[in-house]
């Protein structure tokens, strides 16, 4: 059984993850002395930032939703790889002047 994915789905779900990391990027980027500082204080060596199970408090409902957020991203990615780029992307354009 196959399914017609909407090539215009696919762009819309592309631009909103990338919305995502374009604004909070950039945000890291423009305070790279911050970011830097922020890893080294969670002990991050960049793969988990948000370790809830190590938090108490009122901040553990924050690192969670940060972890579970996180992994939703990384579940919308997936499934975009599976789909392929679809027909507006980059990779189409680079295939229509090939011969």
Known sequence: MTID??????????LLLAT???IFGWRKLRDYSG???????LHAPAL????YWTVTGA???????????NLCIMGGFLLLYVSGAGKYSIDALRTVGAP
Do not use: C, P
């Not at 090539?7 to 592309?14: N, P, Q, S």
């Not at 970011?35 to 204080?41: A, F, G, H, S, W």
């Not at 988990?48 to 370790?51: A, Q, V």
């Open 5 to 14: 994915i909407n090539d215009e789905l696919i762009l819309g779900a592309r």
């Open 20 to 22: 995502l990391f374009l």
């Open 35 to 41: 970011t830097v500082n922020q890893l080294v204080q």
């Open 48 to 51: 988990i930032g948000h370790r």
């Open 59 to 69: 901040d553990r409902v924050t690192s969670m939703d940060g972890f579970y957020n």
